[in-house]
């Protein structure tokens, strides 16, 4: 049986979906409200985490563990890294890395822990659905590397380290932990994200100006993918 998780962070990234599913049952758990839906005879569990890390990974294992969720596609915003990019732009995540995560002390790779990786690959059979989805609505989609970490980034030394260190197109607080929970729990996922800022010393009035468009742009694409998944799985 298909279950599909819908996660965003912020409550501004899951609204638009829950106006076109409309009707939900809610469920309380760990602090947090699930949006469980029955959409075209396919269960559908709606979500935000709260930001960051930590929070992303509790609402991933979560919505894997206790709502037996077996796809997992994430929507938001993010700060561009790539300058090709601009607001709206929808990236979607080839792979993804935690860029806060430091033990270089020891002479590992920055975003490296024993037993770990640098970097999370996301699922190529969805990212290959979402190539189809773009083409059939005529959307533009850039397929990139999203660095993620416990900080709100509005400093451009700070992401241009980033650029170098990770290849990143895009950065965000919660896309990496998502993969790494997803991938541990073998889960396949999906990271989508239009920019809201480019993560310069404007960042947090351009975030405050276009969190709800570029929000709903990604809601929106997500929308067609889930509407593709299930018909594909029928
Ligand atoms: C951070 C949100 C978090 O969930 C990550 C937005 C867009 N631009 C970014 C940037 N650096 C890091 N991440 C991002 N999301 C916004 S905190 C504002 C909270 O305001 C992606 C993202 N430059 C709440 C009201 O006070």
Not at 8 to 24: D, H, R, S
Not at 44 to 49: G, P, R
Not at 69 to 84: P, T
Not at 182 to 210: K, T, Y
């Amino acid at each position: 049986m298909l279950k599909i998780a819908i996660m965003g962070a912020m409550p501004e990234e899951i609204e638009p979906l829950l106006e076109y599913f409309k009707g939900y049952r809610v469920t309380n758990y760990a602090k947090n409200k699930y949006y469980e839906i029955e959409h075209k005879g396919c269960s559908i569990v709606v979500a935000y985490s709260k930001i960051g890390k930590v929070n992303s990974t509790l609402t991933t294992t979560t919505l894997i563990e206790r709502f037996g969720c077996n796809k997992l596609l994430f929507s938001g915003v993010a700060g561009a890294v790539n300058s090709e990019l601009k607001i709206g732009d929808l990236v979607v995540a080839s792979k993804l890395a935690q860029h806060d995560l430091d033990i270089s002390a020891f002479g590992h790779p920055y975003g490296y822990v024993p037993e770990g990786s640098v970097f999370e690959e996301a699922d190529s059979e969805l990212i290959e659905l979402s190539k189809e989805v773009a083409k059939e609505k005529g959307f533009e989609l850039k397929e990139g590397v999203i660095a993620t970490g416990d900080q709100f980034v509005c400093d451009v030394v700070r992401k241009e380290w980033i650029a170098k260190t990770f290849k990143a197109d895009a950065l965000e607080m919660e896309g990496a932990s998502v993969a790494v929970t997803c991938n541990a729990l073998g889960v396949p996922f999906f990271i989508l994200r239009s920019i809201s800022d480019a993560a310069d010393m404007d960042a947090s009035f351009s975030f405050d100006e276009f969190l709800k468009s570029s929000a709903k742009i990604s809601a929106d694409f997500i929308v067609s993918m889930v509407e593709r998944i299930i018909d594909n799985f029928k």
